[in-house]
Nanobody, 123 residues
Framework: QVQLVESGGGLVQAGGSLRLSCAAS????????MGWFRQVPGKEREFVAA????????YYVDSVEGRFIISRDNFKNTVYLQMNSLKPEDTAVYYC????????????????WGQGTQVTVSS
């Protein structure tokens, strides 16, 4: 089994930055692509960004392209989300997720989920 623990959320003013971290533990050899999702009350969970195990390419939803950067450190079993130029509409609970098998494609289901961390952007 794999456990994911997010950290780094908080309150920030519009235009500011935050960096989220997600540490994987347990059977980390079965962690492949890792990603970030977000959800606001009353709405469906939204894909934000993902990165394959090789850590070469990042995939982003259009609304964060150019502002957010996903990266990962496989030695630390950690994925990061650097969020810059934050907007009030980025306010959400952010979830880390991981896929437990290779061959990434963007619609592939995620097998492991963290508990989420709140990000609030004030105007």
């Amino acid at each position: 089994q794999v456990q994911l623990v997010e950290s780094g959320g908080g309150l920030v003013q519009a235009g500011g930055s935050l960096r989220l971290s997600c540490a994987a533990s347990g059977r980390t050899s079965s962690v492949y692509a890792m990603g970030w999702f977000r959800q606001v009350p009353g709405k469906e969970r939204e894909f934000v960004a993902a990165m394959t195990r090789e850590g070469v390419n990042g995939y982003y939803v259009d609304s964060v392209e150019g502002r957010f950067i996903i990266s990962r450190d496989n030695f630390k079993n950690t994925v990061y989300l650097q969020m810059n130029s934050l907007k009030p509409e980025d306010t959400a609970v952010y979830y880390c997720a991981a896929q437990g098998s290779p061959y990434y494609y963007i619609a592939k289901p995620y097998d492991y989920w963290g508990q989420g961390t709140q990000v609030t952007v004030s105007s």
